[in-house]
């Protein structure tokens, strides 16, 4: 019999099939998420085997109340990040959202307490932008001055007493359904619903690929007709918005507005964006990684407790896991660059 022949056109078309299927799992293995994504997985089968109430709906739920505040505040970190950069108070920025939101509240309109807790993120964010953008100061020097100063504040506003919360509004995100033994409180919703509003903007949008390509690199971008220092102005906006959302979560997560609280948060939110891939020096990674790395870091810590593991070492496993972390995305770019 004789067989049909294969026109070189066909062969070329089979080839190009080929190709594109192996450029495709290059793109899958080598996407921002899969690293950290596939951690997550391995580190939920270990504590899973060693643990007799890991996987249990009200220890998930657990996690994910626990994963909210910082979550939120590691994703205005991430677009601060994106752009070169780092925010070291943005957690006293939250806290001093709270405590603003918290006494004034006391005597006035919750929904009011709200706004100006808003106004006062805002506002810190604006100045550490316009010296970021316009002043041309190095961030970390910048937040680092902030965060010393905003932490003072919020002290010397409150006298460093802390306030209860009772109303419903301010608390409200500390509820909701629960499912199957799960609750879903509204602060998780909240920052899911933020992590897929930021990755589409991010994705999707002119604005995301100028902060891109502000981050990867800002002479070219300003070259492209690019204006850096509006983009790097409006990304500390942004993320001190994302920072009051957090302060919110944290009167729904924990009733009381303490200007001594969440003393770690702005570390924690920095290992949160490098666990989850997002490269510190800028121009590579997004949100949704992040969520994942928060989540990493809270199945970590909560795996290690069930499992009697010493708080400190638990400290010593996520310090590794930055490092590591790091010296990847080090080794990436180094490839990248080549």
Wanted: proline share 3%.
């Amino acid at each position: 019999m004789i067989q049909p022949a294969v026109s070189g056109a066909a062969v070329a078309a089979l080839e190009s099939d080929e190709g594109d299927r192996r450029s495709g799992w290059r793109q899958l293995l080598t996407h921002q998420i899969t690293g950290p994504l596939a951690a997550l997985v391995v580190a939920i089968v270990i504590f899973s085997v060693t643990t007799d109430t890991f996987l249990s709906a009200g220890n998930w739920s657990l996690i994910a109340q626990q994963s909210v505040v910082v979550g939120t505040l590691a994703l205005g970190q991430t677009l601060i990040i994106l752009t070169a950069g780092i925010d070291l108070a943005n957690g006293a920025i939250m806290v001093l959202g709270s405590v603003v939101i918290g006494k004034v509240a006391l005597e006035g309109s919750p929904l009011l307490a709200l706004l100006l807790g808003l106004l006062v993120c805002v506002a810190v964010g604006a100045l550490n932008g316009a010296l970021v953008s316009a002043g041309g100061l190095p961030p970390f020097i910048v937040t680092l001055g902030v965060l010393t100063a905003v932490t003072a504040g919020a002290r010397l506003f409150t006298q460093s007493q802390s306030y209860p919360i009772s109303n419903g509004l301010l608390t409200v995100l500390g509820d909701g359904p629960t499912v199957g033994g799960f609750t879903i409180t509204y602060g998780v919703m909240l920052w899911v619903g933020l992590t897929v509003v930021l990755g589409y903007a991010l994705s999707q949008t002119a604005w995301g690929t100028r902060v891109y390509a502000v981050g990867d690199n800002p002479g070219a971008a300003s070259l492209s007709g690019i204006k850096v220092k509006r983009i790097l102005f409006g990304v500390y906006i942004v993320a001190a918005v994302v920072y009051a959302f957090a302060a919110w979560q944290a009167l729904g997560r924990t009733p009381t507005a303490d200007p001594s609280g969440y003393s770690t948060s702005n570390l924690d939110s920095i290992t949160a964006v490098v666990i989850g891939g997002t490269s510190l020096f800028g121009g590579r990674g997004g949100v949704y990684g992040t969520l994942v790395g928060a989540l990493i870091v809270v199945v970590l810590q909560n795996g290690l407790t069930q499992a009697g593991i010493d708080s400190l070492y638990q400290q010593v496993a996520t310090g590794v896991l930055v490092v590591v972390a790091v010296g990847i995305d080090r080794i990436v770019r180094r490839r990248q660059s080549r």
